[in-house]
């Protein structure tokens, strides 16, 4: 049997910049996201977003990458660290990308995140590392664009994270429907 999925690395960063500044423990505040992050708040901080609509709902309150996907950049010649991609939450053991619009994952003793979509990467990651833009992205069997740098949640429930605690996964009610970009 695999181990528990758990997060292995946390990071965030006060200031607008594209990786994050490791750290041992997250508190996250329900309806805002990660205290101290610059992407915390009931409406978007995201700054292309807020030049567009500055009110609109903050869907993108937490970034988790699953830690499997810096072994796959490994393979391609590129060295990726938790936290230099911008996420909050490095997890193992847990496919991100797989989990439909809606779950819950539930943190330690009590938080809630939901999942709200896939992150959209953007140039930025052309600019950390030449070449890793198109490494993030990849096609499916029907042509469709497959987005590998993570996922976007809300905190439904606030509390403090730290490494290691265990991620359990609670699913939509049928029918699920697909992560896209938020």
Do not use: W, Y
Not at 100 to 106: F, N, Q
Not at 157 to 168: L, M, P, T
């Amino acid at each position: 049997m695999p181990p528990q999925a758990h997060i292995k690395a946390l990071a965030r960063d006060g200031e607008h910049r594209f990786s994050k500044i490791s750290a041992e423990q997250l508190r996250l505040i329900a309806g805002q996201g990660v205290e101290g992050d610059a992407h915390c708040g009931e409406t978007v901080k995201h700054r292309s977003r807020v030049a567009v609509d500055p009110m609109q709902p903050n869907l993108r309150q937490v970034h988790l990458i699953q830690s499997e996907l810096f072994a796959d950049l490994s393979a391609h010649g590129f060295v990726v660290s938790p936290g230099e991609l911008g996420e909050n939450i490095t997890t193992e053991g847990i496919d991100l990308l797989a989990l439909p619009r809606g779950t819950v994952l539930r943190i330690g003793a009590e938080v809630q995140l939901e999942v709200t979509g896939l992150r959209n990467p953007c140039g930025q990651i052309e600019r950390f590392q030449p070449g890793l833009l198109a490494a993030v992205l990849d096609k499916g069997p029907d042509g469709e664009v497959i987005r590998k740098a993570g996922i976007m949640a809300v905190v439904r429930q606030g509390g403090v994270v730290r490494r290691g605690d265990a991620i359990d996964v609670e699913l939509p009610a049928l029918p699920h429907l697909p992560l896209e970009r938020v």
